[in-house]
């Protein structure tokens, strides 16, 4: 069990949990998530830990709201438990310095970003971050990604925020502008498979997490195949990140939509 | 051996036995005929998944069943067993209807008769070896029911020894991962003293038999009953916690931990690398089982989704594709269908559940081997592709090798299909543990004498050290672990 310490609403859908899970908080490296089951008759979900304080021993997960799983995790409260949680799991990101990162988050992705962008600076990149997503409400984190960049832009799908556009725009102004030598794209799966397709005209390296569906987390089941460069990897083991070039997003798509009606049904019945 | 033998004389030549012996006269004994199990009628059976299949011999059963074994002066039977339980001991006992000696008797060996019991295929093991196989081609005995029997009654007397456990020597060690090799491992390290703690990954204690093995096959609570008593013993469980990731070897050991025993199973699923293998409906047999047996996803009040197919394909002819099909079945298909590239006479399966599946309906397509799948528009797959295969020489298993028979392709329309076709070790301590020696196929490599990795403090057994075997090999494991991890600890301190 882990005690929730201290709950931050970002927006209607989003909020940030710090929680008590001092192992985790030890052994965590960026890129690193967790998975976790709020109550006995839960499913175990995956969360990135967006960031972890080792001597509080606490870790910080950011949640948007989707389905049932996540639903029932945002409407736990400062004091509430998580019946299960375990991890760190996946590969962490490799952090080294090949000069200038771009770094684009989509959506709630800004969160698994965080402390990728925050080891990329501190090991002396220049890191540029691009934050997207459809409107004002639901750009977040914004001020700690400031923190560990050197210039942030801002682009929403309504204008409603930052410069009206899609997060490829931003970037593709960026790549125009000068040299990246790396990029890494996290958020939705369509954003990441724009992102990449821009990347590769530039032929600039880039890395992209994936959020595939997951049971155990250990490798042990393979629901979260994906096809990286013809072959079949797991997620949750051989990634979550991959080189964004080589990953079928197509597929990726398809198998997000795996349990859809099964999902939607959930989802009712929850409501 | 001389020792077992001499041993096996003497406690053949106790009193108890001779008489039991003369009671009955050898050729009433083979006249008699084996005990059928009496079981769930198949129509009502596959309407729930949680109804065991078996419902156990009554007393009266089980001492007829017993009364059949005719105590042999050799009892080869005891050469199958892997861990050479006792067994005419353990029989003789249950026809003298002292079942509590008898589920006794077996726990000197076993750590899980009641898993066992139900689980082993003994077709191949003790059952194989007995006189009545061996020496007059005649059913043999039961062995497997009578073990189930007699630890069943001891569970159900609620007269569970707990044994008894020496004074703590204050030495700490860990198993990793929870699997009967574990299990095994655990109690008998706490019997002699030691601090013992288990670290699993998931948040269920049991391995296999909890996520894998279904519930119409082995209940949860006859394993949950062992644990309770492990835990009355003293050792500690510790959940949700993946040694390697959570806490490294350094940091477990810096926390006072001497020893290791690494028992994290066979749990990579393998699949067949065919085209359309990645689409929606197509799920490894650890996917499917561990939705319905570890997260209750057949229950409408669990959140774990799962698919109800109506027409369901399962690849593969092992226990895994067996509790596979059986599962779809349960779940509401209309068609459940095994599909293996080789016969009937092959199948790893125990044969019991192949009975089984027969009885409840599951469709066999043997010597057939899927090449593609195909699906709507959406990427769900709804058709199958099979090939037809005939058999050729025996391979290195001894089986007779599958043959493509070109030109046979035909399709099968499917809304869900469960890859079956194995597993391989899990990698993810192998892949943490720098200096530890591992064979090509990524099995951890032990003594086979000591289960001593090539770091000494660090041993291993179960499926981790086999690829995919049996519950009974494991737990002889787990047992074997503990006895040199002793002594090298009392050695080296
Ligand atoms: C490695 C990893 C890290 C993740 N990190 C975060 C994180 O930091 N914060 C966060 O909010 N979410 C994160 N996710 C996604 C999160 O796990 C899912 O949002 C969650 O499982 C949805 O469960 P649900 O029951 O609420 O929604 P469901 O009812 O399962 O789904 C609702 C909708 O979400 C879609 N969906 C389902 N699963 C996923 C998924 N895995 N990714 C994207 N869409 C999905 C469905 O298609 C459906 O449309 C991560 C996923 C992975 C694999
Ligand atoms: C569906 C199915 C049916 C089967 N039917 C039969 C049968 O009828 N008869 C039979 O004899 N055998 C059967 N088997 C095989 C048998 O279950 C296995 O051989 C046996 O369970 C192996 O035991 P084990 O202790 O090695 O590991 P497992 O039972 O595989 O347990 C390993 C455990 O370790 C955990 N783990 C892994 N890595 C870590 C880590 N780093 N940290 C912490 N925990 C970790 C895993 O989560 C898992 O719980 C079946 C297997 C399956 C899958
Ligand atoms: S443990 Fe298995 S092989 Fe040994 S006697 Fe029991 S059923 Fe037979
Ligand atoms: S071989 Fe068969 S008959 Fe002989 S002791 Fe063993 S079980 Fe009994
Ligand atoms: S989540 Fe089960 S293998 Fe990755």
Known sequence: MNQIVEKVLFSEKVAKFVVDAPRIARSRKPGHFVILRVDEKGERIPLTIAGADPVKGTIDLVVQKMGVSSSKLFELNEGDFILDMVGPLGKATHIHKPGTILACGGGVGVAPMLPIVEAFKKAGNRVISILAARNKDLIILEDE??????????????????????????????????????CIAIGPAVMMKFTSLLTKKYQIPTQASLNAIMVDGTGMCGACRVSVGGRTLFTCIDGPEFDAHQIDFDELM??????AAEEKLANERYL | MSTNKEYLRIEREKEWRTELRKKIANKDRTAMTRTRMPELDPFIRIRYQDREVNSGLTANQAQLEAARC?????????????VSINIPKFVKYIEQGSFLEAAKTLKETSALPAVCGRVCPQEKQCEATCFYTQKMKKDPVAIGYLERFAADYER?????????????????VAAIGSGPASLAFSGDMIKLGYDVTVFEALHEIGGVLKYGIPEF???NKIVDVELENLQKMGVKFVRNFIVGKTASFEDLKAEGFEAFFVASGAGLPRFMNIPGENYNGILSSNEYLTRVNLMNANKDEFDTPIIKGKNVAVIGGGNTAMDSVRTAKRLGAERAIIIYRRSRAEMPARIEEVHHAEEEGIEFLNLANPIEYFAD?????????????????PDASGRRRPIVLEGTEYDIPVDLVVVAVGVSPNPLIPSEVKDLKVSKWGTIEVNEETMQSSIPELFAGGDIVRGGATVILAMGDGRKAAANMDEYLQKNR
């Open chain 1, 145 to 182: 990604i400031r923190k560990w960049s050197d210039e942030v832009i801002i682009m929403t799908d309504d204008g409603s925020y930052g410069t009206k556009g899609l997060v490829t725009t931003g970037a593709e102004m960026v790549i125009q502008r000068e040299t990246v030598n790396e």
């Open chain 1, 254 to 259: 398809m198998r997000l939509g795996g349990y």
């Open chain 2, 70 to 82: 005719l105590d042999c002066p050799t009892p080869t039977c005891i050469e199958g067993c892997p």
């Open chain 2, 156 to 172: 159900e007397s609620g007269l569970m020894s707990v044994p008894e456990v020496a004074p703590s020597n204050g030495i700490k």
């Open chain 2, 217 to 219: 096959r082995l209940p």
């Open chain 2, 377 to 393: 528009e959406k990427g769900k797959v709804n058709r199958i592709r099979v090939q037809r295969m005939g058999l050729g020489e």
